[in-house]
């Protein structure tokens, strides 16, 4: 053995003895491999066994086009099989999660029947592995009788894997398949002794890390930015959803389980105070929107109006807002209170004495007497008549610009170069035109891709003032789903010409007489996909892309197009027709959890190489691509699963997912040649690295390992070789070349004594290092509770030829050079 004597297995440092003859010594886990090995790991593999009309274990998955499942009693052996048919075309599925030990080999098997199956675009029926792509078998296809398909693989460091009977395959395919008697094979285990030496050839350099690395992607979804990054506090302050006498604002998602689903906005958050029938929605003279709530009093003295509760208030913190009020002076006094209690001294109220048949504004300012997540604002009349709310506002007095400080204190620290917005599959039926003007003003819609209300309070000058104040660059991402040429080239022309040209003008009128130079274009998003509003076929969205990059180029031929990739036939055909419309082109992943430490880590750096060897590949047989350097935005990447906490999609990120974060920067380093930007996704709540409640905001475990890296590791990366596993190593100059930084990520639950080699570089021995780690790989952070995982810095006074690392750790160094 190694001279620690220690053997780690991957993704668990699982311990494995040096024979698997028996299952002497072993833990329970190594016992259950060895009792795995003579069974079909695939439960229900047969399809015999049922739940209700469908076989048990197994799910369905539509990636693309239209499919119809079937169970039917024609199968080879027994009774039962599986069916999948489309006439449209479908790339869709049967799938199953198996377990599997790690480092070992395998036999996946199976029968196929086929009538008239067409591959079309996709390769036909075959089986494949979910979790190794493009690990498959040989495709099926044509009218065949029960034909046998197999493949070996190795499990490499998973304990499972997803298996697919999958009809079509990156592609749609047509006509009808069916699949039976699946299975998994054991063949051999390998001994895997994890004994980690690092070397390090500091003179081995290769391309510079681009800044643009470090980008974040925030979206119109969820909790990201309105209840994330813009400070508004009250829900449909517009009225999307009529004020009714039925209170019923909140509800769970269809088929989703209340304890692991947030609740969706679905009706009025606004309350009515008075007896029934005191609001209507009026449709005539409205202030915004299709309608306006107008208050019936009835003339003795009894409030009547509306309220919105659940308010998040600190005590003592000061509150500004406004709210637009037209109707009968009689209605007066208008009396508007913010309630932290029940008591008559637990709110504040403001009187407004006059208000006129005109609409008008008033402003009003209060100070919260307690500490609340259940906090009220009021409005009602006090007089006779009626009055009409056009709109309501209300943020905490200390926000910048309209946006959080908290949240904006957070994202500074995070530092990043660049920010892509507003999508994403909103932005397929986005018009960017209703985020321009008097926020006041703009019309409120239902989210085209998401659940909720688009206030459109946040739109392109909010974004621009968002971007000025973290000192970053925009990345407007156009409408190429249900949007046209002409909408994106207004959009550039409105960014970026002088105030002489129509759109120009129009954003000199609405307070930006300057241009606000965007220099990065995301030209649609994710157009591959079903989900997406105005998805096409491929052949005709090649000819809408450069349609609408001609159109953008022809007011600023400046610009950088970002095209919508999507490795396989999609990237192929997009960089072979439009190499000429496109800077960079896109990529998108997310990774689920994996059981494992090591598996759960490696997943993302796997995507990351996955998706750089592809693009290698097609610089080499790609004609078009000849002479030309179009380089990878990766511009959405996560891990994404789990439960909704932090509101729609809103994940949380655990110690395991910082590893992996980590790692997967280390990938982009590894591949600096040919990947230039990348886009975490989506930066609050949602999937994102910061996380917000009503009241307070903190960097999720996965955000201080951005904050770090961004801030502290080099920028020109070096050579790191040896025996690496568990661990996961990069090296970089700074560019002055004064400081050498050393990043190391310990995807083991033990410590390790890491002998380390660095030449080409002559070190003083002393620097700083920087440690996140835990002692619980399911160890988070809670926004306004103590932080469970932190950036611990300390001084190095000497860096030696051994380094102790922790367990479950992200270490960084930054040594100083003679």
Known sequence: MGRKGQLYMMAIGLFIS???????????????????RGRNPIRNGSFERATGEA??????????GQAEFGYESTGLTGERCVMIQSAGGADAGWTIRASVQPMSRYRLSGWIKTENLQPGTGRGALLNLHDLQPQATKAVSGTKDWTQVELVFETEMNESVQINCLFGGWGQSTGKAWFDDISL?????????????????????SEPISKYIYGQFIEHLGRCIYGGIWAEMLEDRKFYYPVTDEFQPWRQRPGRPSSSEYPILTGSPWKVIGPADTVQMVKED?????????????????????????????AGKDYIGRVVLAGDPTAAPIRISLIWGEGASERQAITIARISGEFAKYPVQFK????????????????????????????????IQGMRADTLKLLKELNSPVYRWPGGNFVSGYDWKDGIGDPDRRPPRKNPAWTGVEHNDFGLHEFIAFCRLLDTEPYVTVNTGLGTAKMAAQQVEYCNSSAETPMGKWRAQNGNPQPFKVKWWAVGNEMYGNWQLGNMPLADYVKKHNMVVDAMRAIDPSIVPVAVGNVGRWSEQMMTSCADHMGLISEHFYCQERSGLLAHVQQI???????????????????ELKGKDIRIALDEWN????????????????????????????????????????????????????????????????GLVLKLYRRQFGEIPVQVGGNLLPLDVSAAWSNDRRTFTIGIVNQSNEA??????????????????????????????????????????????EFGNTIKVAPMSVTLYALEVR
């Open 605 to 623: 750096p796997r995507q990351v190489k996955r998706i750089a060897d592809a693009h290698r590949k097609y610089r080499e047989t790609i004609e």
């Open 185 to 205: 094979e054991f063949l051999k285990a390998r001994e895997m002794v994890f004994d980690p030496e690092v070397e390090i050839d500091a003179a081995k350099t």
């Open 752 to 797: 390790l004594d890491v002998p380390f080699t660095i030449k080409g570089v002559k070190l003083s021995g002393k620097g700083r290092q920087w440690l996140i780690a835990g002692t619980e790989e399911m160890a988070y952070n809670e926004p306004g509770q103590p932080p469970k995982i932190q950036i611990a810095e300390s001084a190095v006074s």
């Open 18 to 36: 040096q024979v698997f003859s028996t299952g002497a010594g072993m833990d329970s886990k190594s016992a259950g491999y060895q009792r795995q």
């Open 368 to 399: 919260a007497g307690a500490k609340t997540d259940g906090g009220r604002l009021e409005i009602v009349g006090l007089g006779k008549g009626s009055f009409r709310i056009g709109t309501v506002s209300l943020m905490p007095t200390d926000n």
């Open 286 to 314: 409205t202030y915004v929107g299709d309608h306006t709530p107008l208050v019936k009093l009835s003339g003795e003295g009894n409030p009547a109006g509306i309220e919105q509760g659940s308010l998040g208030l600190v």
């Open 55 to 64: 076989p048990t274990g197994w799910s369905t998955a539509v990636w693309g």
């Open 639 to 702: 891990y994404w699963y789990g439960p909704h906490v932090f509101g729609e999609l809103g994940v949380r990120y655990f110690l395991k997912d910082a590893l992996g974060i980590a790692a997967g920067l280390h990938e982009y380093f590894r591949n600096s040649d040919i990947i230039y930007m990348a886009n975490y996704a989506q930066t609050v709540n949602v999937i994102g690295c910061i996380k917000t409640s009503k009241t307070e905001a903190a960097f999720a475990t996965t």
